[in-house]
């Protein structure tokens, strides 16, 4: 019983950056961002353009690469719709969109607030894609992940990042 609490507070999202405890929520405000990077223990590290990244199993099927999310000026007021799309050649290679995730406010040291939205995968169409000879293509390529997030107040905020695919 024990090790189930434990883990059940090591996995806990909401306020992963700080000691302070839970925040209510996160305010909207006219300066939005969306990071697209990863989550490591407990710190949110935002990809570099032109890192390596690996490809993994998408949730919708298929292949992605794994993404967590920071976002600034969004509210965390309800939960979030998150549009999830690779761009290869200017072309998209798949389009997904995730309802009704939980943007949880985090807090980081320096008293800095920004949402967060973990678990999601940026991924390619298993329609296009449906061998690992298919997805062998992308070895080494530039791909631009792009992240859309839209709050239960209907604001729209994206970010991009240029990854670089390590087949």
């Known amino acids: ?3 189930a609490l434990l883990l059940f507070a090591c996995t ?3 306020n992963v950056d700080s000691s302070a405890g839970p925040i209510e929520a996160c305010t ?4 939005t961002l969306v990071e697209i990077g990863r989550v490591g223990g407990t710190l949110f590290t935002p990809f570099s353009d ?3 990244v690996r490809l993994e199993s998408a949730p919708q099927g298929g292949q992605g690469v794994s993404v967590a999310l920071r976002t600034g000026g969004v ?4 939960a979030v719709d998150v ?3 690779p761009y290869w050649n200017g072309a998209v290679q798949g389009s997904f969109v995730s309802e009704g995730l939980p943007l949880y406010c985090t807090e980081e040291d320096n008293g800095d607030q920004y ?6 995968v940026v991924g390619f169409d298993p329609d296009l894609y449906v061998t690992d000879d298919d997805l062998a293509v992308l070895d080494g390529e530039t791909i631009d992940l792009l992240v859309g997030l839209t709050s239960s107040d209907g604001a729209y905020a994206e970010g991009h990042v240029d990854v670089v695919i390590e087949f």
Not at 115 to 120: A, D
């Open 12 to 14: 806990d999202d909401r």
């Open 1 to 3: 019983m024990l090790t």
């Open 115 to 120: 949402g967060r939205v973990t678990g999601t």
């Open 75 to 78: 509210s965390t007021e309800g």
């Open 83 to 85: 549009l999830l799309e």
């Open 28 to 31: 909207a405000s006219a300066d």
């Open 50 to 52: 032109g890192e390596s």
